[in-house]
């Protein structure tokens, strides 16, 4: 059987506000009562309440143990790890603020107390539709924290804390490559973060963990219909090959791909995920 506990415990830390982190798992229990040890790898998906990073963590739970690290709407978060955990897979939920050191190495020190840190995937970030004379250096602060120094700390307990031979996939976008209209920022943001990725593969790869990235083009989340026009959303469906939006499912099926055993041998690359972008 499965027994499922919540825990709740607050950090001080000199860098960043405080905050609450919650943790919800499960683990196996014998019939005596007795804990039952796991085995499986651990896996970290920062960002991983809903959208995509919700879809990557439906993957990753059926042979590892996943961490499922969120900031906001825990609400969703937490339905995301019931589900995981009731339908018998082992998972946690942990909140912290990816944009911090702080919060980072919490997510990390989470996900290793269920195993041996084998998968760590990023789906942080977020944008808005600036123009460039409108940039102020609070917009221009907000964008990089959330989508490139959120990456780069993430890479760097990756680099400290996977264990050999496992594999790290950073989300990128589409707009690190077609440099869109009102997105300077995280444009800029998310092409930093794919040149990151390729160093920390150059770093990382003798100890044979991969280092990859994806490049996802307009995916039917929340968060695209939340801020974006329907007329808009009509055009980026039909800018790709398939004439449709990708799904969250679309992206976790590429990210599986690299975190795939036999995919050892790419590394330092970056992978569009979007349907044929014109």
């Known amino acids: 059987m499965l027994e499922a506990d919540l825990r709740e415990s607050s950090f001080d830390n000199s860098l960043t506000s405080r905050w609450k982190t919650v943790e919800y798992w499960t683990h196996g229990v014998v019939d005596d009562g007795s804990e039952l040890l796991m085995s499986v790898p651990s896996a970290l998906v920062l960002g991983g309440g809903g959208g995509i990073g919700a879809a990557v963590s439906r993957r990753l739970v059926v042979d590892h ?61 977020g944008w808005g539709y600036p123009r460039i004379t409108d940039l102020t250096e609070q917009l221009i602060d907000e964008a990089l924290a959330l989508n490139l120094r959120s990456a780069l700390l ?28 009102r997105q300077s920022t995280y444009a800029a943001a998310k092409a930093g973060v794919e040149a990151a990725a390729r160093v920390a593969a150059k770093e990382v790869g003798g100890r044979g963990v991969t280092v990859n990235v994806i490049r996802p083009g307009a995916t039917d989340t929340d968060t695209l219909r939340e801020g974006t026009s329907p007329r808009a959303i009509e055009v980026l469906a039909g800018s790709n090959a398939m004439r449709r939006l990708g799904t969250p499912e679309d992206i976790a099926a590429a990210v599986m791909t690299l975190c795939a055993e036999d995919s050892g041998w790419i590394t330092g690359a970056v992978v569009d995920a979007n349907g044929g972008l014109t």
């Open 154 to 181: 993430a890479l760097r307990e990756s680099a400290r804390r996977v264990v050999d031979g496992g594999r790290v996939v950073m989300l990128s976008s589409a707009a690190a490559s077609m440099a869109p209209k």
């Open 65 to 125: 143990a996943v961490t499922v690290g969120f900031h906001e709407k825990a609400d969703r978060a937490k339905a995301l790890v019931e589900e995981l955990t009731g339908a018998g897979g082992t998972a946690q939920l942990v909140q912290s603020d990816a944009t911090t050191e702080a919060g980072v190495v919490a997510a990390f020190d989470a996900a290793e107390e269920l195993g041996e840190l084998r998968v760590v995937v990023h789906c942080v970030g």
